[in-house]
């Protein structure tokens, strides 16, 4: 069976157009510190080690483009906290997916620095992606690429 022929790219593939927004290193570890609960500027700054210009310029771009919300929390003097929009929120798996191949590929001697517990069964998750229909892992070996709606050809 012959795949159908994806190999060129065309306007608004939705891979760049996401990575445009959370492509760069930067960008998507705030976006990892947010999922784990930091929400305001020194919390970023020290746990990243980021330079504040950058922290600022990736922020505002966050807020812009809807994946946070800036609110505020102090009047005097007037302090803001960043927080995961609807979104944002939505890019958790992608977050949790780059970290468990992180942990499988490029591991630490230690193990992984970082877990996940399930508050539903209080296990240790495994992550995976999985069919929503019929709850059958998903995998590069399983899936055919097809033209979608927006496809241009």
């Known amino acids: 069976m012959n795949a159908p022929d994806l190999s060129h790219r065309f ?23 947010t999922f784990f609960g930091v929400q305001r500027f020194g919390q970023f700054a020290r746990n990243l080690n980021i330079p504040r210009p950058t922290l600022s310029s990736r922020l505002r771009m966050l807020v ?13 003097p007037e302090r803001h906290e960043y927080r995961l929009t609807d979104a944002g929120r939505e ?9 468990r191949w992180g942990d499988d590929h490029l591991p630490n001697p230690n193990g992984p620095p970082i877990v996940l517990r399930h508050n539903v069964c209080s296990n240790l998750i495994d992550p995976r992606l999985i069919c929503a229909h019929c ?19």
């Open 11 to 33: 306007e608004g593939e939705s891979v760049g157009r996401a990575l445009e927004l959370v492509g760069e290193r930067w960008t998507l570890l705030i976006l990892r510190e």
């Open 135 to 153: 709850g059958e892992e998903i995998t590069a070996r399983n899936v055919t690429p097809q033209p979608g709606a927006g496809f241009r050809g």
């Open 64 to 76: 812009e483009v809807g994946l946070l919300d800036r609110v505020p929390y102090s009047q005097n």
């Open 91 to 99: 890019l958790f798996g992608a977050i949790v997916v780059l970290m």
